[in-house]
Each structure stands twice: as structure tokens, then as C-alpha cells.
């Protein structure tokens, strides 16, 4: 049988720039693959018709004519085989979902990009694609050989049973294979949360937190699977809306904006909603999204809704969003107790009562180690001199801005060993901060 491994797999770029070209070219030039360039869409997709066998194209987003999310729908119908990627710029969020949505984008990626993390997604990318192929292939084998076993009835157990090994072994490349892409769903969604906590000065790590301890309510209240997913994404996601927002209003809290500012403000839970109704599986987070706002007595935004008209992932969100901004105030020991008792004042008026008593023992769980503590004294150390078992004090960030380890954790050799080695490909402009108990 031959394979697509006989050959040298095709790579197509299409950027109408062509210093990106370049620069992709010379990157991609140390792999053992056969790069393509095209400077428009249209010209990329003659070179599709001319070439059909290419393993894999990474397409800019914003080109003049026909974008990159209109040339990814029309290349996934010529060569549906290709594994597709979409290069574009961090501000471009509703562009990247497009082109992930209508072209059958296997991922984004960012400019600038790391030259690391492009060449690892571009070689699973192609390896997607073979084992594509050679599922084909061998799916023509099997039709080849079943024909053939009419003849030799005699052998027939024999090849049955080697076929079906095969095919189980090949089943289960593709189960974990799916797992992976559901990874880089989920990673995709981290990724967009990143990008906006980037962008809001202050709101590092809340969208997570607010993920983390969302979560952790809804799997104490019982609901199923599919709901905790949602009601997950939407949380990363909650503030998506305010990439519409201007930089001088974004860092402003709400009591403290003008009445024409507020207007503008309470505009983004509808933004954020529309921005990702266009993705057929998160439109259920994309109504959590659009009511997180919502008042338990109808005084909210952008509907009004009151008590149990509001979902209960949305009131989940609601209170825990208000808990985490509000903790963020305090620089004491007992600023989760503070913000405890505030979010208790406004219950029946602006959260659901009943919610209350299941956030109180996941919140001291989540914010252990992550607040002031009076008995421990806050040090800067270098990767090298991290142990097992410090906590960390800050969130840690790569030189680029990548969270690599959030407040709270208790390092482990795993994270230690990461960190190093993440250090020598992306430098952070600190030392990691930790906590030590005072002797």
C-alpha cells in the first residue's frame, strides 16, 4: 500500500504581504516539506486546483479582495482533506471565529507569532492530514480485500482478524486525535479570554477565577455535564463584549462612569452574545453571557429579567464576577470575608439568595494561598531557585504576556521543570513571586 508518507508534504501560505511570506518561508524551509506562496486569495486558490494533494495552508486573515475566512470556505470545498489555519492579529477576534466557523479552521494563530509554537502547530497539523489520508486508503484496502476474500475462503479469519486490528488502531488514532481538537477548542477559548484580560488593565486571572469557582458551584449544585461546559466557556468569555469598549472606559468601574459612559458600557453582554452566536455550540453560553447582568429584582441589564427568569448559569456567573472584582479592592488578610459580606448585602436585590450558601467553602478554596497573608513574607526568586511546595504570590507571566502560573499555586516539580524551560523559549521581565512563612 502507499502512503502519503512517501512523498514531501505541501505546505501553502497565503499572505498578501510579503515580508510575512518571506519570513514564513524561511521558517518552514528546515521542515521537510514543499512550501507554497501566494500573495492573494485568488491566486491561492488556482494553486489548490493546481496542486490538490497540499497537506496544509495557513492563510492572514485581513487581505485586500477576498479575506482569509472567504478564501478558507472556498479552499475547504475544493481540498475538504487540508487542514486549515488562520494567521491573524490579537484585535481581530471576531474575524479568527469566522474563518474557524466558515472555513473549518483546524486553529488560529497570532501575529507576531512564536516561531516554536507555529512549527509545532504546523507539524500536527500535517499529521492530521496523513492520518487523514491513510484512513482513506485504508478504508480502499478493506473494500480490495473483502472482494478478494470470496476467493480465499480459507484465509478468510486470518485477514479479518488483521483488518479489524488495523482499523482499531486506526479508530483509536482518530478517537485521540478528536480529543485533541476538542483540546484546541477549549485552549482557542482560553486564548480569547487571555486576550481580553491582557487588554483591561487590573483583570488578570478573573475571568479564570471566575471559571474556576463557576464551576465549581455548578458541579455542587448538581447540573449535568453539558450545562458545567457552558456555563465554563461563558465564564471565560463573560467580558468578550468589551473589546468594543474605548481603552479610557474600560478602566473605569461602573459607579464611577458617567450616565452616557454607562450606556455604552452596558452594551457589551449583547456584544459578547453576538460576537459568538455565529458558533452553533456556544450559543448556550452565549445566553449566559448576554443575562450575567442581570438583577435577582429585574434591575439589570439588557433585559430586565427577574428572579428565575434569569438562567441559572448566568446568576452563578453574576455573583461570582461581582465576588472576584470586589476581593481585587482589598489588599488585607480577610478581603475574601469583606467581599463575602458585601456580596451578602445585595442579595434579593441584585443576586439569587439561594446561591449564597454554596459559594462560600469553594471561594476559601479558590482564594487559599492566592490573598495577603500577615504571617508570610512575599519573595522575587529566579526560576532556579524554586521548590517544591512554595505557593505562588502573583501571577506569573511570559515575556510576551502568556500566564504560565496563576496566585495560588503550590509548585510542584512538574510546574518547576515547565517553567525553566519555558524561561529559555520566552523570558518573563520578573522573577517568580512566592510566599515564605516568616521565621
Given amino acids: 500500500m502507499a502512503t502519503t508518507t512517501n512523498t514531501r508534504d505541501k505546505v501553502l501560505v497565503v499572505d498578501d504581504e510579503r515580508n510575512i511570506l518571506s519570513s514564513l518561508k524561511r521558517l518552514l524551509i528546515t521542515e521537510d516539506y514543499d512550501v507554497l506562496l501566494a500573495d492573494s486569495g485568488e491566486k491561492a486558490l488556482q494553486v489548490l486546483k493546481d496542486n490538490p494533494d497540499i497537506a496544509l495552508i495557513i492563510s492572514d ?31 481581530d477576534v471576531g474575524a479568527a471565529i469566522a474563518a474557524i466557523n466558515r472555513g473549518g479552521a483546524y486553529r488560529y494563530l497570532t501575529k507576531p507569532w512564536n516561531d516554536n509554537e507555529l512549527l509545532y502547530a504546523v507539524r500536527e497539523g500535517v499529521r492530521q492530514y496523513r492520518l487523514i489520508r491513510e484512513n482513506k486508503q485504508l478504508q480502499e484496502v ?22 479489524t486490528i488495523e482499523i482499531q488502531n486506526k479508530n483509536k488514532e482518530l478517537e485521540n486525535l ?16 487571555t486576550l481580553l484580560e491582557m487588554r483591561e488593565k487590573g483583570s488578570k486571572s478573573h475571568s479564570r477565577n471566575v471559571a474556576d469557582l463557576s464551576v465549581k458551584i455548578a458541579k455542587t449544585l448538581g447540573l449535568n455535564s453539558k450545562d458545567i461546559e457552558d456555563i465554563m466557556v461563558a465564564a471565560l ?20 462612569m458617567s450616565p452616557d459612559e454607562f450606556e455604552i458600557y452596558r452594551q457589551h453582554s449583547v456584544r459578547g452574545q453576538s460576537a459568538i452566536d455565529m458558533i452553533e455550540d456556544l450559543r448556550n453560553a452565549g445566553l449566559l453571557i448576554r443575562h450575567h447582568h442581570e438583577n435577582y429584582d429585574g434591575t ?21 464576577d461581582f ?72 501571577d506569573f507571566h511570559s515575556g510576551t504576556g502568556l500566564l504560565l502560573l496563576k496566585k495560588g499555586t503550590v509548585l510542584k516539580t512538574t510546574h518547576i521543570e515547565a517553567i525553566k524551560r519555558y524561561c529559555r523559549i520566552d523570558p518573563s521581565r520578573s522573577g517568580v513571586f512566592v510566599w515564605m512563612k516568616r521565621r
Fill in 300 to 320: 439589570g441589564f439588557p433585559d430586565g429579567l427577574k428572579g428565575e427568569q434569569i438562567p441559572l448559569g448566568a446568576r452563578i456567573i453574576g455573583i461570582v
Fill in 323 to 394: 465576588l472576584d472584582r470586589e476581593i481585587s479592592k482589598y489588599n488585607a488578610d480577610n478581603a475574601l470575608e469583606l467581599a463575602l459580606t458585601e456580596v451578602k448585602k445585595r442579595l434579593g436585590r441584585d443576586f439569587d439568595p439561594s446561591l449564597f450558601k454554596y459559594i462560600t467553602t469553594p471561594a476559601e478554596q479558590l482564594y487559599a494561598g492566592r490573598l495577603p497573608r500577615s504571617d508570610y513574607v512575599e519573595l522575587e526568586l529566579s526560576p532556579m531557585k524554586l521548590t517544591q511546595g512554595m505557593i505562588v504570590s502573583r
Fill in 237 to 256: 468569555l463573560h467580558d468578550i463584549g468589551k473589546i468594543a469598549i474605548p481603552d479610557l472606559l474600560i478602566e473605569k468601574r461602573p459607579e464611577e
Fill in 178 to 193: 478528536n480529543k485533541r481538537l476538542r483540546n484546541n477548542f477549549k485552549n482557542t477559548i482560553f486564548s480569547f479570554s
Fill in 142 to 163: 478493506i473494500k480490495q480485500k473483502n472482494q478478494e476474500l470470496k476467493h480465499w475462503n480459507s484465509q478468510l479469519e486470518y485477514y479479518v482478524q488483521q483488518q
Fill in 61 to 91: 486573515q485581513r487581505m485586500p479582495g477576498m479575506s482569509g475566512a472567504e478564501f478558507l470556505e472556498m479552499a475547504r470545498k475544493l481540498s475538504p482533506d487540508t487542514i486549515r489555519m488562520v494567521l491573524t492579529g490579537y484585535a
